[in-house]
């Protein structure tokens, strides 16, 4: 088993930035891919962005290229994301996820096996 859990969540304004943080321990070499998603009220959760312990598979969200970056410490067995620029619409609860090896593409929440309990970020002015 793989616990997570996930902190750095809080409420900014409009263009600011936040770091969410993923801590994870247990069987962490059982996994190979680390991944963030979101949720917001009354909407499917929502693919945000992967990355690979070993760096060689990268992927984002279309509704966060260029803004958000994750990024991934395997001393620690932890998993980040920086979000700049920040708007209404990125307001969710982001989960960390984790998944072993699989077929991919890694993009579906079905994909992955272990979950943070979520932490709320609130973008408003």
């Known amino acids: 088993q793989v616990q997570l859990e996930e902190s750095g969540g809080g409420l900014v304004q409009p263009g600011d930035s936040l770091r969410l943080s993923c801590a994870a321990s247990?069987?962490?070499?059982?996994?190979?891919?680390m991944g963030w998603f979101r949720q917001a009220p009354g909407k499917e959760r929502e693919f945000v962005a992967t990355?690979?312990?070993?760096?060689?598979?990268?992927a984002y969200g279309d509704s966060v290229k260029g803004r958000f970056t994750i990024s991934t410490d395997n001393a620690k067995d932890m998993a980040y994301l920086q979000m700049n620029n920040l708007k209404p619409e990125d307001t969710a609860i982001y989960y960390c996820?984790?998944?072993?090896?699989?077929?991919?593409?890694?993009?579906?929440?079905?994909?992955?096996?272990?979950w943070g309990q979520g932490t709320q970020v609130t973008v408003s002015s």
């Open positions: 247990g069987r962490t070499t059982t996994t190979y891919i």
């Open positions: 990355l690979t312990w070993g760096g060689n598979r990268l």
């Open positions: 996820a984790a998944a072993g090896i699989k077929r991919g593409p890694y993009r579906s929440h079905s994909e992955f096996d272990y």
